[in-house]
């Protein structure tokens, strides 16, 4: 008997022609490797039944509940700047909806299910590397307050499929998201010049996020403002935490505002906006740096597609989703501003200090992390710990503490940030590397041992000192992969 799930499907419902109803496949020895209990809770799911043998069936793909309508969703999106009409989930399976006891509507969706017809030349496959990877960092931006999708489980599929590094366990994650509507899943039907099934996908996408908005005259716009507002907010937060998610193709941003599709995403060690960790982003795109301009450059792509729903008038169009984004970028500088005037201790933020912290980083390899944890101390005169992290500290360090401990003191928030407002502990890539080098290998404790101080990011434990170090100087630059 297949875990008893009431399924809802909205999306399958409303949306024809955005997905193909798809199956999900056997595998020799599907078995629960990682449940976030946590999460199931929230959901209103049986945790115990999911831990166990048809948990394992259903969390595959292999035995769903007549209640689940399992599809491959379409989308189209631009990657690396292209434009391909076409994608869709090569290798996901969106089992249904779940209602939670608050009435919120979540998708359950299995990435790593087998081959469906939006695979290309894909093998429909995942490994647990990248699978544990997702896991951890979105289950660590949950813990640091950011939007995301959430991990619902890990599962390990018995067999082991080919990677750059030879054989490896196939595995399956469950995730969980407000939805999957992507800035990709509009440029689907945009791009097919397909305007009433555009406006179908416009009140699904409202009904679903924005219900005020509901009948509203200039419904388009609004939502697009809303999705503007919503992206512009997630990547201050990003940026706040020195997070690079490596792939922001339109096919990866949502209109939930969630981050989505953790694949080659890491956290920045020593400050340097030109980071990037990706193995095919040659050019830089998607570095630290760039990630404003991308948030912005995507939601011209989303306007685009909505232009025909905004006015009948092409030009009057234009001219009011342009406005929507020159808002959009006035708004991510204030939310930029107040991310890290927060992170200084600072109820108002003051941009020149701001400015000039960043300039004060250039080229001194600090790690962002810790500079923001050595700001209580620095707070009351002591500073030598925040001065360590300079290559070469120096007046202009000296200048810049003077002055925003004279900011702190007149705004009356004399003790610095509170250490809430700063993580000691974040998805480092070097322990994330090793964790799921050991997992792969069959030793899940240091994944474990990892996990549990990046879900409670604020919180010292005595003995965790390495989980809040920066890699050593001179260990090997990490590269991440996507799609794997
Ligand atoms: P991503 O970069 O992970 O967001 O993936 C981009 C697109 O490639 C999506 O449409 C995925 O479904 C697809 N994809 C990635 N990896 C695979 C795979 N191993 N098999 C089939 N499709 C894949
Ligand atoms: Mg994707």
Redesign the pocket.
């Known amino acids: 008997m297949p875990v008893a799930i009431q399924f809802e499907n909205s999306y399958a419902t409303d949306l024809p022609g955005l997905y193909v109803p798809w199956q999900g496949k056997e595998w020799p020895d599907p078995q629960v490797l990682l449940l976030n209990t946590t999460l199931a809770q929230t959901l209103g799911l049986d945790a115990q039944a999911l831990q166990g043998c048809e948990g394992a069936q259903l969390l595959t793909g292999a035995a769903l509940p007549d209640t689940a309508r399992p599809i491959a969703q379409a ?1 189209a ?1 631009h ?1 690396f700047g292209g434009f391909a009409p076409q ?6 399976l969106l089992l249904g909806e779940i209602v939670d006891p608050r009435g919120q509507r979540h998708d359950l969706q299995l990435k ?1 299910s087998g ?2 017809p ?9 490994v647990l590397g990248p699978v544990l990877r997702e896991y951890l960092v979105s289950e660590a931006m949950h813990a640091l307050g950011v939007p995301t999708t959430r991990a619902l489980a890990a599962c390990t599929t018995g067999d082991r499929v080919l990677r750059q590094n030879g054989l490896e366990p196939g595995a399956v994650l469950a995730r969980s998201a407000s939805s999957h509507l992507r800035v990709g899943t509009f440029q689907f039907f945009a791009a097919r010049g397909e305007r009433d099934k555009l406006r179908l996908l416009l009140d699904y996408a409202i009904a679903r996020h924005d219900p005020d908005l509901t009948g509203a005259s200039d419904a388009a716009l609004r939502f697009l403002e809303r999705v503007g507002a919503r992206q512009a907010r997630l990547v201050a937060q990003w940026m706040g935490l020195g997070f690079i998610h490596g ?1 922001m ?1 339109t ?2 941003m949502t209109i939930s505002g969630e981050t989505i ?1 953790y ?2 995403c890491a956290f920045m060690d020593r400050y340097d906006p030109a980071t990037v960790f990706s193995s095919i982003d040659h050019q830089g795109r998607y570095c630290y740096g760039n990630q404003p301009a991308i948030l912005l450059w995507n939601l011209a792509r989303l306007a685009e597609a909505l232009l025909p729903l905004i006015d009948t008038d092409e030009e009057r169009a234009i001219a009011r989703a342009s406005e929507v984004i020159e808002t959009t970028r006035t708004r991510y500088r204030e939310e930029w501003l107040g991310v890290f005037a927060a992170k200084l201790g600072l109820r108002v933020p003051d941009s020149g200090l701001i400015e000039a912290m960043h300039q004060l980083w250039t080229g001194q390899g600090v790690d962002f992390t810790s500079f923001f944890r050595a700001l209580p101390e620095a707070a009351q005169g002591r500073d030598d710990a925040l001065a360590a992290l300079f290559a070469e500290p120096g007046q202009d360090l000296a200048d810049w503490l003077a002055a925003w401990r004279a900011a702190c003191d007149a705004q009356g928030a004399g003790d610095g940030p509170a250490r809430k407002a700063n993580p000691l502990y974040i998805p480092r890539n070097h322990l994330v590397e090793a964790a799921l080098g050991a997992a792969t290998e069959g030793d899940m404790a240091p994944f474990l041992a990892l996990l549990e101080r990046v879900q409670r990011p604020f919180t010292a434990v005595e003995g965790g000192e390495e989980y809040a170090r920066p890699a050593p100087l001179n260990a090997p630059q990490i590269v991440t992969f ?3």
């Open positions: 989308y999106g990657q994608l869709g989930d090569g290798r996901a790593g081959r469906t939006f695979a290309r030349g894909g093998d429909g496959r995942a792939v193709n096919d990866n599709d694949g080659p996507c799609g794997t």
